[in-house]
């Protein structure tokens, strides 16, 4: 196969963000109000903007990407490969047989010319070489960013479980049998309590006080206690 390059206008390399029509609460229980959908979108991070165009003109097309291990940015601690374009601003095609490919390929968003020879303007081929040694470099960058991504999320875990059992070590010393506390998350919130005994590493048993008098043995996270204020004193 013969590659040519071509020329991208700037953003076209960027992921594209996608959109589809979802049902809403009321279209899935058979209620008619509104329009009965939703436009939902997402980014797919492994296509571009200019690849979508040439998949849709069915033009043979590579784009060079290399990755790298970035955090997540919804879940602490989680760490994920990234996709991005190793030679900004260009992609190959291939298969450009006629006139008419040509002409299409031109006319796509995104596409802003063909790199081509002076003085003659014919396309310049590509060596099917260069094209493999990029294919290699790309897949040795995915193969490392992927290796670095598991390993910093690990890491990551790691420093999670040591902070959380450093926590936990120093609630013990706070929260010992006898201690009056006052729970201030969950369903028994604002209530007051002596500490019983511990569950586990992360879980506490309390005796709490209800509002008839009457005393209920609860268990809870231990950071769902505060102790109280004279009791601190």
């Known amino acids: 196969m013969t590659w040519y390059a071509i020329r991208i206008k700037p953003g076209a390399q960027r992921p594209q963000r996608e959109y589809w029509r979802e049902p809403n609460e009321s279209a899935l229980k058979g209620e008619r109000r509104g329009r ?21 003109a069915k033009i043979t097309f590579y784009m060079p990407a290399e990755f790298a291990a970035v955090r997540n940015r919804r879940r602490k601690g989680l760490y994920e490969t990234r996709r991005y374009a190793l030679l900004k601003g260009y992609v190959f095609v291939g298969e450009m047989e006629t006139g008419e490919q040509w002409s299409r390929l031109l006319s796509l ?17 590509i060596s099917t070489m260069d094209i493999h040694r990029l294919r290699m470099f790309e897949a040795y960058s995915r193969a490392e960013a992927e290796e670095r991504a598991k390993r910093l999320t690990t890491t990551e875990a790691q420093k999670g479980r040591r902070a959380a059992r450093k926590a ?66």
């Open 36 to 56: 009965g959908y939703r436009i939902a979108s997402s980014i797919n991070p492994e296509r571009s903007a200019i690849e979508t165009a040439l998949e849709r």
């Open 109 to 125: 968003p995104g596409v802003q010319g063909v790199v081509s020879s002076w003085p003659d303007g014919r396309p310049v081929p």
């Open 168 to 233: 936990a070590k120093a609630a013990r010393r706070k929260l010992f049998p006898g201690r009056q506390v006052r729970i201030i998350w969950g369903d028994k919130v604002g209530r007051e309590a002596t500490v019983a005994a511990w569950h586990d590493e992360e879980f506490v048993r309390v005796l709490a006080q209800e509002l008839d008098g009457a005393v209920q043995s609860v268990t809870v996270p231990y950071d769902f206690l505060k102790v109280t204020v004279d009791d601190a004193a």
